[in-house]
């Protein structure tokens, strides 16, 4: 099993704290059968900035703290970019990692509670510059959650998603749930990951969601996000079928 979205270096967010914390982390990933990890501190989002070259020496750093624990997971570089206008000028720059570093495919967060006017222009261009948007936990932002066509719009014009499994799994609460499901349901997602930040409030729960997917959904689902993850670690293009149309449902709206 693979992890694309963990804040697992320590030191770098509102992740791991210590070099401890991350080891527990990685630990607990281990037990959960993720064989991989991909370390996605939060970049430009108001509150922390962690470049490309301070995350890829952190993720070596890891690594080998990781082997001399004999913990069998490899972890490999990433970002939580939060959008902003000058994004592709800093991608040029090489401060900014797409997924694992060596993928096509880059994250891409929104502010919780809205999504930027310039959106669908910035992810036109970055589709012009050989990138591939990646929309982080879109089951938790207020505007699409209301508003579900907007993302059914960005992911038509090729933007994929990645939702959360503590979100599948209800641990942000039953509406969210049931938003995720819709998204799962109306095929607007296309990579399940953690964003795991602990071992205790925000933890892995991969298991735990796919183990709920194949009894709700079938195992074809469980393959579907598992190939996809793998896919993009290997420097290839997941597969996306065609999205649909969320109908609103009013026990959706007002969640916030």
């Given at each position: 099993m693979i992890d694309l979205h963990c804040h697992i270096l320590h030191g770098l967010d509102d992740g791991a704290d210590t070099s401890p914390a991350s080891i527990a982390m990685a630990k607990e990933a281990e037990k959960q059968g993720i064989s991989a990890i991909v370390a996605t501190p939060h970049h430009k989002n108001g509150a922390y900035e962690n470049v490309k070259a301070e995350i890829v020496t952190s993720v070596a750093a890891l690594n080998k703290e990781l082997t001399k624990a004999g913990i069998n997971v490899d972890v490999l570089p990433g970002q939580e970019i939060?959008?902003?206008?000058?994004?592709?000028?800093?991608?040029?720059?090489?401060?900014?990692?797409?997924?694992?570093?060596?993928?096509?495919?880059?994250?891409?967060?929104?502010?919780?509670?809205?999504?930027?006017?310039?959106?669908?222009?910035?992810?036109?261009?970055?589709?012009?510059n050989g990138l591939l948007p990646v929309?982080?936990?879109?089951?938790?932002?207020?505007?699409?959650?209301?508003?579900?066509?907007?993302?059914?719009?960005?992911?038509?014009?090729?933007?994929?998603?990645?939702?959360?499994?503590?979100?599948?799994t209800g641990h942000f609460g039953k509406k969210i749930q049931l938003f995720t499901e819709q998204l799962i349901d109306a095929q607007l997602t296309h990579l399940l990951a953690s964003d795991a930040h602990n071992t205790h409030t925000r933890t892995f729960k991969m298991a735990d969601a796919y183990a709920r997917m194949a009894e709700k959904m079938g195992d074809d689902y469980v393959y579907y996000f598992q190939e996809n993850a793998e896919l993009i670690i290997e420097g290839n293009h997941l597969y996306k079928e065609p999205p649909e149309k969320i109908r609103k449902k009013k026990k959706i709206l007002g969640i916030f």
């Open positions: 939060r959008i902003y206008g000058e994004l592709l000028e800093d991608y040029e720059k090489d401060e900014l990692l797409t997924i694992a570093g060596t993928s096509s495919y880059i994250f891409i967060e929104f502010p919780s509670g809205s999504v930027p006017h310039y959106t669908e222009q910035l992810f036109y261009d970055i589709q012009m929309i982080v936990h879109p089951e938790r932002n207020q505007e699409l959650i209301q508003h579900p066509d907007r993302l059914y719009s960005l992911v038509k014009n090729g933007a994929a998603t990645q939702i959360t499994a503590s979100s599948y």
